[in-house]
């Protein structure tokens, strides 16, 4: 899993080829402490000088600006999950825009969008209408799992789609079976890319702001000052409070599978979050 408990930055000032005033940011990260992300934000941002001293008309700062390509993604770390090793099987973090999301080692999680043919399917999915067949993309899971009975499956319904868990497997992001399952599935493509970069699975525990009507998170993590921190604090109670009112999830089938005794945990705080009963998904 890539995820960092350190962050630091580093930044300076200099002038474009037109002479207008840039700021120029590098973060540093590091598992293990604080001084090693501050050496290589400073080893990151001398670096994108050299660039901008070699290459001062062809730089641009946004080739450079995020360390979301390598997989390391710059949230907060709210709890983690470790065996008995000690190593890091588990997290949840806080993503850019606030809400709260589990990033799992080897729990596998698929992100499934809804796909209706034509405009008779789109409607008979979204209002359910009485008669009508299953949803088409709920059908084509339940037909996988009727295929595969290797895979214990746990399918919960989302605001755009499902999201489905092999609870009786360890699996890793990379592995081929994973990336076999994964086309299978019909899994969102985003999804499949920023599992691989990031080498773990990842699922929302908490509304998306916007469909709460909340606006998303004022600033990012790490907050840099007092002022942000209190801003950010304030959008928290805010946001907690509203996103009480609406669920993430329901879960529509594999609650009689037992899953293994690692996942347990994950599962119990997963659904924890997610299922409120009655109220609408967001």
Not at 24 to 30: D, F, I, V
Not at 52 to 58: E, M, N, T
Not at 159 to 165: D, E, I, P, Q, S
Request: charged residues 25%; hydrophobic residues 35%; glycine residues 4%.
């Amino acid at each position: 899993m890539k995820i960092a408990r350190y962050w630091a930055s580093k930044s300076t000032q200099l002038q474009d080829t037109k002479g207008h005033p840039v700021h120029l940011k590098r973060w540093g990260y590091s598992d293990d402490s604080m001084a090693d992300a501050h050496t290589m934000a400073a080893s990151k941002l001398e670096k994108t000088l050299d660039l901008v001293r070699l290459y001062p008309r062809q730089w641009q700062d946004r080739h450079y600006a995020s360390d979301y390509a390598h997989g390391m993604r710059r949230e907060e770390i709210i709890e983690e999950f470790c065996d008995a090793q000690g190593q890091r099987k588990a997290a949840v973090t806080r993503n850019r825009y606030g809400a709260l999301v589990l990033n799992t080692a080897d729990l596998l999680i698929a992100d499934i969008d809804r796909r209706s043919v034509g405009v008779f399917g789109f409607f008979a999915d979204l209002f359910r209408v009485k008669g009508t067949p299953r949803p088409r993309t709920l059908a084509a899971i339940e037909a996988y799992q009727q295929d595969h009975p290797e895979y214990q499956l746990r399918i919960y319904e989302s605001f755009a789609g499902y999201r489905v868990m092999v609870v009786n497997q360890t699996l890793a992001p990379d592995a081929p079976q994973t990336q076999r399952l994964f086309a299978e599935l019909d899994c969102d493509p985003l999804y499949i890319r920023l599992c691989q970069a990031q080498q773990s699975f990842r699922a929302r525990l908490t509304p998306k702001p916007w469909r709460c009507r909340c606006r998303t998170a004022p600033n990012t993590y790490p907050r840099e000052t007092v002022a942000a921190q209190q801003t950010f604090n304030q959008w928290l109670n805010a946001y907690e409070t509203v996103s009480r009112r609406h669920a993430v999830c329901r879960l529509i089938h594999g609650a009689q599978y037992e899953p293994l005794p690692a996942f347990k945990p994950l599962l119990a705080l997963h659904d924890r979050y997610v299922l409120r009963e009655g109220l609408p998904l967001a």
